[in-house]
């Protein structure tokens, strides 16, 4: 009996976050990928090793592959499709759709991949859409490539929604809870399953195409929701007296709710969570139908962002001048990623008041001070602190966990601590002589 071929060429176009994470991942898995860029200087330092962005273990990864012969990159999608005369298969589209003004996905460069994977391919190919898009965007793929599809190549549009977390990205891909697989021919189905058929453990889920664009854009409002929603009853709990802590194991005892995202804090930020929610707004409202739910928790996650800056008012009063010590600015630990990142609106509200802001964090900064002006940056969080009215603290890096508050306690102006992650025990930082002030905590 034949051997079925295991080892799939593939392109994958887009080495921002999920492409190049992506794309690593499936040559770890034993294909062999070329990474595409049209930015060649990002293309050139990935051929040196050097990855752009901070991620556990993807450096290893990367040089790992290149190293087994599995993992290339190339500049143009061209060279992607025929890199050393070996023809991609499956060509991954994982470009940016960053959002328009209004909340809308801006799919031009996907448009353009689409334009030029046509141009380019000589044979059967099946083109995945691995970006977050609106649901019908594989539609509009296949008809761009149509379009330009001068030589009525035969080709099937797939879509494969990721579903990785910055900061545990490689770990996500190589363990999903469920690979989703939305296709419309039984050819590219069976090509997408020899793809992911080495990741025995994870459920494959095959849909229609329209189904699998939605499970992501419908996964991450979820996940969105039960955010606002535990952050919204952190609200109720400071005023009634209750304990977020207690009410959020309560309900994640019950194995319909589940524990996962009930932690309340000041509010979602990253790359994700906020532009798909508005995309998916925007997405219904398209199709005629005011998808109001997406916009509340919009808005219960806008006001969570002026949780910290209330309570520093309450401690300190008047904030012009006062020194205010932020530690963490990443929207989330083990990433350097300050896109959306909660604490760009906290320092920014904190500085309109006048305050004079200085802040720490393990890896963001480099990042941080691209977005944010007229603040000072600390190297370690002691230097951060010293002689602060008030401490904020804004993500809650393992870091954080292991300070000298001992020692924090003898640099400080004042011993106050607002803590939007509910890091620690309130109990323990009082008794240390803290001012201690948490989410939903009393
Ligand atoms: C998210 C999705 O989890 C992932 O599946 C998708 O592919 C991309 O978007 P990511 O943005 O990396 O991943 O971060 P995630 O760990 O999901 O956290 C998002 C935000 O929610 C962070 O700002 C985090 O601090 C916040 N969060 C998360 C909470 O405030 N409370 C929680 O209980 C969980």
């Given amino acids: 009996m034949k051997k079925m071929k295991s080892r799939i060429n593939i392109c994958m176009i887009g080495t921002g976050y999920v492409g190049l994470v992506s794309g690593t991942c499936l040559a770890e898995i034993g294909h062999r990928v070329v990474c595409v860029d049209n ?12 990855i752009p962005i901070y991620e556990e273990g993807l450096e290893a990864l990367v040089n790992k592959n290149v190293k087994k012969g599995n993992l290339f990159f190339a500049n143009s999608v061209k060279e992607g499709l025929h890199h050393n005369k070996q023809r991609a298969e499956a060509v991954f589209i994982a470009v940016g759709t960053p959002p328009r003004d209004d909340g809308s996905a801006d799919l031009s460069a996907v448009e353009k991949v689409a334009e030029e994977i046509a141009k380019n391919m000589t044979d059967y190919t099946v083109v995945v859409e691995k970006s977050t898009v609106p649901v019908e965007t594989c539609l509009w793929i296949e008809k761009t490539v149509n379009r330009f599809n001068k030589r009525n190549i035969p080709f099937d549009v797939a879509s494969n929604p990721e579903f990785l977390r910055e900061g545990s990205a490689v770990w ?10 939305g296709v419309s021919s039984k050819r590219a189905e069976s090509l997408m399953r020899k793809i992911y058929a080495p990741l025995k453990k994870s459920p494959m ?5 329209k189904s699998a664009e939605l499970i992501k854009h419908a996964s991450n409002s979820f996940l969105s929701t039960k955010i606002s929603f535990i952050n919204a009853v952190a609200n109720i709990c400071e005023k009634t007296g209750a304990n977020i802590d207690d009410i959020a194991k309560g309900m994640g005892l019950d194995k319909r709710i589940g524990s996962s995202f009930l932690k309340a804090g000041i509010g979602f930020g990253g ?37 910290m800056v209330k309570r ?11 020194r205010v010590a932020v530690l963490g ?29 200085k802040a720490y964090d393990p890896v963001a900064i480099k990042n941080a001070k691209k977005v944010l002006k007229g603040v000072e940056f600390a190297p370690d969080p002691y230097s951060c602190v010293k002689n602060a009215d008030c401490i904020c603290l804004l993500t809650e890096w393992d870091e954080f966990k292991r300070l000298n508050f001992k020692k924090i306690l003898s640099l400080v102006r004042h011993p106050i601590l607002i803590d939007g992650r509910n890091l620690y025990v309130p109990q323990v930082m009082r008794k240390m002589g803290f001012t201690y002030k948490s989410v939903g905590r009393p």
Avoid at 205 to 209: A, G, K, M, N, R
């Fill in 312 to 322: 520093v008012e309450e401690e300190l009063w008047n904030l012009s001048g006062k």
């Fill in 329 to 357: 600015l990443a929207f989330k630990p083990n990433t350097d990623d300050m896109r959306f990142a909660p604490s760009i609106n906290i320092i920014g509200s904190l500085k309109k008041l006048g305050a004079k802001v």
């Fill in 205 to 209: 889920l095959i849909t229609d195409v």
């Fill in 172 to 181: 996500d891909f190589l363990n999903p809870d469920r690979v989703v697989i």
């Fill in 271 to 307: 790359f994700c969570f906020p532009k798909d929610l508005e995309a998916f707004y925007w997405l219904a409202k398209q199709k005629d139908y005011d998808f109001e739910l997406l916009k509340n928790v919009k808005d219960i996650n806008e006001q969570q962002k002026n949780w």
């Fill in 39 to 50: 930015d060649g200087r990002k293309i050139n330092y990935l051929k040196k090793g050097i």
